[in-house]
């Protein structure tokens, strides 16, 4: 039998991870909790398993990252101990980066979470990283172009830290067929060969879920939350 490809979902709070897994894996509302109001909705690492053609994929839904920067230490603590779960190492064949279009600007808070993602993945898994822009129906017909913009502004930064691996998803069209079906399709070709490991999931091997402020991730909010007291 194929190998799973094993996809983590990781991105700001509200950005969609949740309503790509309920569509990718054809769940009913029941099956998995979507966002309702401002306040963060998935709080626990969740893995949903489903077939795409003749491809096996496991997503891990993850807790959404915070503008408060001291706010991620719950949120990395839960996806180390989720990493520390899985008897396959490594586990995880590539990752997938969520930002909501809607955010005009890529401000500070999105720059942090972009460096936490960087910091998670780690340089050896870049060439499997992906990003999704999400919310592209929420915009007026003719602000589009304009929005393409902010997705090129991000696409240049997962380039600068990727490479040419780095690839950007617009889900801008809600048809059929689902254009989230494309970063299943892009895994698929890529393959899931697990010779790279995610940079995480690595260190949790080395200092166990509970040693994770000492991961590369957990010294970089520790570096932001340093910061923000600072101006402060
Ligand atoms: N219009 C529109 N709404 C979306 C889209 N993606 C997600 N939403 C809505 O945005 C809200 C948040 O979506 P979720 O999927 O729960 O976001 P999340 O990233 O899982 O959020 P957390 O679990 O808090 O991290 C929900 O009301 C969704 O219905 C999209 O592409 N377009
Ligand atoms: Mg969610």
Known sequence: ?????????????????????????KLKDEAIGIGKGLQPCTMNCEV?????????????????????PIRNFPV???IASQLSKSSETPWISGAVYFHPITDRRFGASNRLSLD???????????????SVTTMW?????EKIPEFKKLSDELRNDMLNFTGDGGVVYDLRATGDPWPGLSVLDHFAAIGCSKNRCLQLEKEVR?????GFKKTQAGK?????????????
């Open 116 to 130: 936490i993602f960087r910091a998670i993945c780690g340089e050896s898994l870049f060439s499997r990283v992906i």
């Open 48 to 68: 949903y398993t489903f077939k795409h053609k003749e491809t096996e994929f496991s997503l891990i839904d993850t807790p959404g990252l915070q503008d408060d």
């Open 220 to 232: 970089e909010i520790k570096k932001r939350a340093k910061g923000a007291c600072t101006i402060l």
């Open 76 to 78: 990395l603590k839960e």
């Open 137 to 141: 129906d929420r915009l007026k017909r």
């Open 1 to 25: 039998m194929a190998p799973v490809i094993t996809l983590i979902l990781i991105g700001p709070t509200g950005s969609g991870k949740s309503s790509f897994v309920k569509k990718a894996a």
């Open 206 to 210: 080395s200092f166990g879920p509970s």
